[in-house]
Nanobody
Framework: VQLQASGGGLVQVGGSLRLSCAASGRTFSNYAMAWFRQAPGKEREFVAA????????LYSDSVKGRFTISRDNAKNTVYLQMNSLKPEDTAVYYC????????????????WGQGTQVTVSS
């Protein structure tokens, strides 16, 4: 399995970015997908997850109402639309695959992308 994340960059406070994660190697629609992030000196934390068919989502309290996770099973891609960005959103963002159901736990995912840097400047 390969997960290729892209779309990170430098953005000002209040701006928006859309991350993408293209998956290959096994049937994409069989697995929930998730985004996590890790800031320097901090543990990896859950951001958002989505069911196999995209019908249900799960968000951390810190991003709820600002971020939207979605997926396109025909393109084997999961997205993270990030709006109203804050400096505390600065981190490396990772996409993950492996859970059958959306989960906020790192241990429930066994495949990870390489990460894409998001920096929010004030």
């Amino acid at each position: 399995v390969q997960l290729q994340a892209s779309g990170g960059g430098l953005v000002q406070v209040g701006g928006s970015l859309r991350l993408s994660c293209a998956a290959s190697g096994r049937t994409f629609s069989n697995y929930a997908m998730a985004w996590f992030r890790q800031a320097p000196g901090k543990e990896r934390e859950f951001v958002a997850a989505i069911t196999r068919d995209g019908s249900n989502t799960l968000y951390s309290d810190s991003v709820k109402g600002r971020f939207t996770i979605s997926r396109d099973n025909a393109k084997n891609t999961v997205y993270l639309q990030m709006n109203s960005l804050k400096p505390e959103d600065t981190a490396v963002y990772y996409c993950a695959q492996g859970a059958i159901y959306p989960s906020p736990r790192v241990l429930d995912y066994n495949f990870w992308g390489q990460g894409t840097q998001v920096t929010v400047s004030s």
